[in-house]
């Protein structure tokens, strides 16, 4: 019944059709033209680009954070789903909602908030004192660790919840035979557990990294000017100073990043399976 | 697999640090809300609902709440009218070229937001005089389709073809068989979809940054230029609500349909 | 490439328009679109949108946005014009004006014209801006920590870690240059002398401002102790109940006009000289001003003297303002944005 090649095709072709016109092809005339230079099609807008010592400093930050959010959450996310898998399934389905219910909320709202707490009398400070850890107010807004802290909040449930449902796929007793046949928890985690989820974090990374380094509200409301991000140098070059060919140097950036991610994870996963 | 007493505690623990971090700030946000003061504090200095009030007397705020609803529904709407069909052929029919087809129709997760709105506004919208607003309904319908997609092809996954080949023997048309055994059967994931796109769509900032335009902003960019000219914990109060009504969705979305398998 | 591609582009998305257009709300009366600063939109709804729309029979369209922002999108949409009448600052509408964004207002149709102060009613020359408030910049501090008496003050030790700066980019960037090179006997021009000070000075910033609303954060939270403003903040920054002073540095306060512009090719040209006409008025001019949101530039207005207090109000105050010659904005303004780059923003 369902050999009809031409109904497969009426049913994509609308879907198709408006996403090619008015998503895909905007979108390479954008990237297009960071390639095009006096006389045709050169490099010369990157080398530019990358001439300005700023630039150089804004992409190695927005890599150099991208990683690190990615590993935190990773670590973090690996603990956080282990504790999930060994709760009972009625409180499970709790918890799950719980992680998702940040997901959900405006992220505006969400980066508001660490303003509250992460000013000179916010929350963290009067901990820090009250705890005798710092003698004096720590300043922590507009600094890398803001935007660092902002974006593990924003990502972290993504990862949790991949590798929640890798673990869930884990046959029960795989954990259980390994330790019988002496592997310490440590060994279990890395022979066993770490390769039998590796799609899930490896889904999950590419899904906080890509997200990171592709982040607007986060680093322009937490980072500010002095802790500019590819994204918001993005948005200062094209908005404030008019500079097209900049901005759609970064685009590029941003677009081989994301994809480039994506190829080399998989890739990383495929070459560990065998 | 193996518990012991302190893998749980550990565990336990390890759970309510990240719920407090993930978590925590909202609950700040809403002391922030309930302050009594002129600026945003935490802990509150006394409570009031005076921002709360302020919100709803803020006429910039009334107007882009509506516009991002009916945004956020319409783009949800075109982008299941666009995507059912595709994530039905995918599941179904030999479509020629079908990971061709794969690659654009997820390709608006893979470009970041801030790109297609700069593209869009560049090489569509300007060039072709597109209004503002249906500027940015395209723009979110583009946005949502890889959702619309994703999730109704999960659903779809779950159903067996043959039911609907009894049904085309037993009389009925091809589009008679989708509408009347499909089509009930992957309700929950149509509805899933409907609410993951609204939310996205809702609170959407990088795509809508660059074609928001004279009288039509929507609410989340609307909170960040308040922010830009004023600071009162009105802003505090409108994240505070926002977040509330999030709290609900979530709720009754878990509770029809367990969205969380759908994430 | 290019045209082929925006072919595909158009035909696809005029079905979509179509479709959407069946269901978009009907355009009966005529919307004058006005881009204004996104500071008090409330207050100016109340004091003089809604008043207007009941004179004219139309509506007002408002697009709001910091003022280089707001010029960018102005520019992309040259082609296709938005907005009718544009507010911006002096700066900005220089540029706008080299960029041939804006086009010659007929002043002898703006009854209220002769009212203005002198430097307000050509201030970029050739008629093509009308200056609606004027406002200066000097630095605001916490008295009970720092004294400041000199822009020279901000270079202080003690401000370490607690001193705010505006950024370039914003209209608040260049008058901090401007100063600083005055007040460390700079030749003027490309600032030099200025980017190298404050470059020097850039471990002590917590960071450089594009939002004047964020300053008042900073303040309440003990961020920061001096920040460089304008003087249209001083009425929000008072209800922080702090010891929050505003300097009288020994080398002057600067400050900057805000101007209203008429868009080139805008489509209600007749109806956006009668907005202006209105805007610029004894009436709306007192209003906005006893609101706090605009110091008049009508110098007919006459306020109390609390009121005056918190503005930039009367012709002594008005003169001693040091402002940037346009001439020099436009000349040296590549130059600034290239030093500051280089030097200040890495």
Request: net charge positive; proline share 5%.
């Amino acid at each position: 019944m369902f050999q009809d090649r031409r109904i497969g095709l009426a049913l994509v072709l609308p879907a198709t059709l408006f996403l090619l016109a008015g998503f895909v092809l905007p979108v390479l005339v954008l990237l297009s033209g960071s390639l095009q230079g006096p006389g045709g099609w050169s490099f010369d807008a990157y080398v530019r680009f990358f001439a300005v010592p700023l630039h150089q400093e804004v992409f190695w930050r927005t890599v150099r954070l991208g990683v690190l959010v990615t590993l935190t959450c990773a670590v973090v996310g690996y603990a956080a789903a282990f504790a999930i898998v060994n709760t009972a399934p009625s409180a499970r389905g709790k918890l799950i909602g719980l992680l998702i219910l940040p997901l959900m909320i405006s992220p505006v709202a969400r980066t508001y908030a660490w303003i509250v707490i992460l000013g000179r009398t916010g929350l963290v400070n009067q901990a820090l004192q009250g705890l005798g850890l710092a003698d004096g107010p720590v300043r922590l807004l507009f600094t890398e660790t803001a935007v660092f802290i902002g974006l593990v909040q924003l990502f972290l449930p993504l990862m949790v919840l991949t590798l929640v449902s890798a673990l869930e796929n884990l046959p029960a007793d795989v954990m259980s035979a390994a330790r019988v046949l002496g592997a310490g928890w440590i060994q279990t985690f890395v022979r066993v557990v770490l390769p039998l989820t590796r799609e899930g974090l490896v889904i999950g990374g590419t899904l906080v990294f890509t997200g990171a380094v592709t982040a607007y509200i986060t680093p322009a409301v937490l980072g500010g000017s002095r802790v500019l991000m590819l994204e918001t140098l993005l948005y200062q070059r094209v908005s404030v100073a008019g500079d097209i060919v900049s901005g759609s140097v970064i685009a590029a950036i941003l677009v081989v990043m994301s994809y480039t991610t994506n190829v080399l994870l998989r890739r990383i996963a495929a070459g560990r399976g065998r | 697999m193996i518990r012991l007493p302190w893998m749980r505690i550990g565990g336990w623990a390890t759970l309510a640090l990240v719920l407090l971090f993930l978590i925590g700030p909202f609950a700040v946000i809403i002391g922030a809300a309930l302050n009594a003061g002129t600026v945003p504090a935490f802990p509150p200095q006394g409570i009031s609902l005076r921002w709360v009030v302020a919100v709803f007397e803020v006429q910039s705020f009334r107007a882009s709440f509506f516009l991002s609803v009916w945004l956020a529904v319409g783009s949800t709407l075109a982008a299941l009218v666009l995507g059912v069909p595709v994530a039905y052929a995918l599941a179904r029919y030999p479509v020629p070229g079908k990971e061709a087809v794969r690659a654009v129709v997820t390709a608006p997760v893979v470009v970041p937001g801030i790109i297609v709105g700069l593209a869009l506004l560049r090489h569509a919208v300007v060039p072709l005089g597109v209004p503002v607003m249906e500027a940015l309904f395209l723009a979110h319908t583009a946005l949502l389709l890889p959702y619309a997609v994703r999730v109704v092809a999960a659903s779809l996954e779950n159903l067996r073809p043959d039911i609907e080949e009894a049904a085309v023997m037993l009389g009925a048309t091809r589009l008679g068989a989708f509408l009347r055994v499909v089509l009930p059967n992957i309700r929950n994931g149509i509805l899933a979809a409907f609410i993951l796109g609204f939310v996205t769509s809702f609170n959407q900032v990088p795509v809508s940054l660059f074609l928001t335009g004279p009288g039509v902003s929507t609410l989340p960019i609307d909170m960040l230029a308040y922010m830009e000219f004023t600071y009162d914990p009105s802003v505090a109060a409108l994240s505070a609500l926002l977040a509330l009504m999030s709290l609900a969705v979530v709720l009754v979305a878990e509770r029809l349909l367990g969205i969380s398998r759908f994430v | 490439m290019h045209s082929i591609g925006e072919e595909m582009i158009r035909t696809v998305l005029a079905a979509g328009a179509l479709a959407l257009l069946a269901a978009g709300p009907a355009a009966a009366q005529t919307t004058l679109t006005v881009s204004g600063f996104g500071i008090a939109q409330d207050q100016f709804r109340r004091i003089l949108y809604a008043p207007f729309e009941a004179q004219c029979g139309c509506k007002i369209a408002v697009e709001a946005g910091n003022s280089a922002e707001r010029l960018a999108k102005m520019e992309a949409r040259r082609a296709n014009p938005e907005i009718d009448i544009a507010v911006l600052s002096d700066a900005d509408a220089m540029i706008a004006r080299t960029k041939d964004l804006i086009e010659p207002i007929d002043v002898a149709k703006l009854s209220n014209h002769a009212r203005l102060y002198d430097i307000a009613k050509d201030p970029i020359g050739g008629n093509l801006a009308v200056g609606y408030t004027f406002y200066n910049t000097s630095i605001v501090y916490r008295s009970d920590k720092v004294k400041i008496e000199s822009w020279k003050d901000l270079w202080k030790p003690e401000l370490k870690g607690r001193l705010a700066l505006p950024n370039i980019t914003t209209t608040q960037g260049p008058l901090l240059l401007f100063m600083t090179d005055r007040a460390f006997g700079g030749s003027g021009g490309a600032f030099t002398t200025a980017i190298d000070r404050i470059a020097e000075v850039k471990p002590n910033v917590v960071t450089f401002y594009e939002r004047s609303a964020q300053l008042l954060q900073l303040f309440q939270q003990d961020e920061i102790w001096a920040a460089p403003l304008g003087r249209f903040n001083w009425a929000n920054i008072k209800k922080l109940n702090m010891p929050l002073a505003w300097a009288t540095p020994t080398e002057g306060q600067t400050g900057g006009i805000n101007v209203m512009v008429v868009t080139k090719n805008g489509k209600n040209r007749e109806l956006a000289l009668r907005f202006m006409d209105m805007w610029l008025s004894t009436d709306i001019q007192t209003k906005l001003a006893m609101e706090l949101v605009d110091s008049p530039a009508n110098k007919e207005v006459v306020l109390p003297a609390d009121v005056a207090d918190n503005l930039t109000f009367g012709p002594e105050t008005v003169n001693a303002v040091r402002l940037i010659p346009p001439a020099d904005v436009i000349a040296n303004r590549d130059a600034w944005l290239a030093g500051w780059n280089a030097k200040v923003a890495r």
